[in-house]
């Protein structure tokens, strides 16, 4: 739940409140008499769960609470890997030496995790001859043999015949 959402002290209008005591009981009381018990440990009175009935509230410090909050989301974050989509274009009529050195970036974007798109682009005449484009994909797969894991099997896509391949787990 956003901080944005949670009432404090005095924005709290409801008549009673379940207030969850330090040691974890509930007590159904008067939400003035809970904000004076609030007042008096020097401490803010949290609603955090107002669609209740009643509404339940805490006894704590808000600033401590909603830095905590705010460290978790960038912990999270932090371990947040963004994965890439990086592309590799060729044409059906491609050299050996051209495959092997596409086939090794293949692999190392693979290793780095992210995912490739292998593209190859028909021009004119070649447009007639898919077959030749999906030799040439099916041989970047016999290179970088058990490396990958198929997302998107290749298919045409307008002039372009394209297959997205995505790294093994490492587990």
Do not use: C, W
């Amino acid at each position: 739940m956003a901080e944005k959402d949670l009432r404090t002290n005095e924005q709290i209008r409801v008549r009673e409140v379940r207030l969850i005591k330090s040691g974890g009981e509930q007590v159904v009381m008067p939400t003035r008499d809970a904000f004076a018990l609030a007042k008096e440990e020097g401490l803010d009175l949290v609603e955090v769960a107002p669609q209740a009935m009643p509404p339940v509230v805490k006894i704590m410090n808000y600033g401590k609470f909603k830095f905590e909050n705010e460290k978790r989301v960038r912990d999270s974050k932090k371990r947040q890997k963004l994965l890439k989509l990086k592309e590799i274009r060729m044409q059906p009529k491609i050299d050996e030496h051209d495959i092997d050195f596409k086939s090794k970036h293949i692999r190392e974007f693979l290793s780095e995790g992210n995912k490739v798109k292998v593209t190859i682009r028909f021009r004119g005449r070649e447009l007639a001859h898919t077959e030749l484009g999906l030799e040439v994909l099916k041989d970047v797969l016999s290179r970088i043999e058990g490396e990958y894991v198929m997302d998107k099997p290749p298919a045409m896509e307008g002039r372009f015949m394209s297959m997205i391949l995505g790294s093994k787990s490492k587990k």
